[in-house]
């Protein structure tokens, strides 16, 4: 738990058109889901970060929600629905420029963990590559910065990019290698919410 304490926690939520589908053999879509496992990450890191959590939205563009607690998750999903395409190369940038601009200044922890939730491929494979390389280069030392992406769903495309973030950046530029990846098989019988409490506790 100590650990936990010295880590900054931000939640980044794929609002894009295909997260309305319906989870197979649920009566749930994938953003009810996202929902839930908001709501659980919220309540966990309340125990040792009073202040909440940093909680993204994006589609085609994002928004950006600071102090989050659980008490607030709700009015989040209330104000948005799932729709349009899935840049996410541009939250990942504000997200990680947020954590070194706040290091700069003196006022973060001694690190920052970034939990991605998506069901898609990005519109540009590339951009997140190099957006994720860049923070890279920025840290001093290896697990000040994580970057955790569990895939919803089971599209095959979004699985091998996934895939290709886990196994092959530093092939190609990274410093470090921040990026862990989960998906839909590997979840088995735990729940996102599980598994994103899982990442936290990593």
């Known amino acids: ?24 053999g649920l009566t749930r ?14 309540r966990k890191c309340e125990q040792f970060d009073p202040d909440g959590i940093t909680v993204y939205v994006f589609s085609n563009k994002f928004k950006r929600y600071d102090d989050v ?5 709700d009015d989040i999903f209330l104000e948005n629905d799932p729709s349009g395409s899935t840049d ?10 947020n954590y070194f601009d706040r290091k700069n200044k ?10 991605v939730i998506t069901d898609g491929e990005p519109d540009d494979k590339r951009k997140v590559f190099e957006t994720i390389i860049a923070a890279s280069q920025k840290m001093e030392r290896d ?5 955790t992406f569990i895939q919803v769903g089971n599209d095959s495309g979004a699985k091998k990019f996934l895939d290709a973030i886990d196994n092959d950046l530093q092939g190609v530029g990274a410093k470090f290698d921040i990026c862990d990846t989960v998906t839909m098989d590997d979840l088995a019988d735990r729940s996102l ?4 409490l899982a990442a936290v506790n990593d």
């Open 193 to 196: 919410a599980e598994v994103l």
């Open 88 to 97: 996410l190369a541009s939250v990942l940038k504000d997200a990680t420029e």
């Open 143 to 147: 697990a000040e910065l994580g970057i």
């Open 69 to 73: 607690t659980s008490s607030k998750v």
């Open 29 to 42: 879509s994938r953003w009810d889901i996202a929902q839930e496992s908001t709501l659980a990450l919220a």
């Open 1 to 24: 738990m100590d650990d936990l304490k010295k880590r900054d926690y931000t939640l980044i939520l794929d609002k894009s058109g295909s997260m309305s589908t319906m989870i197979q």
């Open 106 to 115: 003196g006022q973060s922890k001694e690190g920052e963990t970034i939990l």
